[in-house]
């Protein structure tokens, strides 16, 4: 059983700063991805960023990039989202996802286990 906890959400200006974790526990894969995606209301969900457990190698939506910074932290299980200069655009919920296979995807459907997200508000 896999688990996975978000937190670090909240209200913020725009412009402002956040940083989202994604706490996981249960059984892990060391060859997995994690990845971030985003929903916002009346929205189909949409990918943010995704990195490899092992090696690191990241990938970013183009709305994104040069914004937000994935890392991770292997000891702690612990998925990270860096996010500037935010938006009123990024506001959404915001997600954690595993997905067992080496291979990036930015596809939800290829995302294995789910956490329960995170809402990330952010006012003009």
């Known amino acids: 059983q896999v688990q996975l906890v978000e937190s670090g959400g909240g209200l913020v200006q725009a412009g402002g700063s956040l940083r989202l974790s994604c706490a996981v526990s249960?059984?892990?894969?060391?060859?997995?991805?994690m990845g971030w995606f985003r929903q916002a209301p009346g929205k189909e969900r949409e990918f943010v960023a995704a990195i490899r457990w092992s090696g690191g190698s990241t990938y970013y939506a183009d709305s994104v990039k040069g914004r937000f910074t994935i890392s991770r932290d292997n000891a702690k299980n612990t998925v990270y989202l860096q996010m500037n200069s935010l938006k009123p655009e990024d506001t959404a919920l915001y997600y954690c996802?595993?997905?067992?296979?080496?291979?990036?995807?930015?596809?939800?459907?290829?995302?294995?286990?789910w956490g329960q997200g995170t809402q990330v508000t952010v006012s003009s």
């Open positions: 996802a595993v997905d067992r296979n080496w291979i990036i995807s930015t596809m939800t459907a290829e995302y294995d286990y």
């Open positions: 249960g059984r892990t894969f060391s060859g997995s991805v």
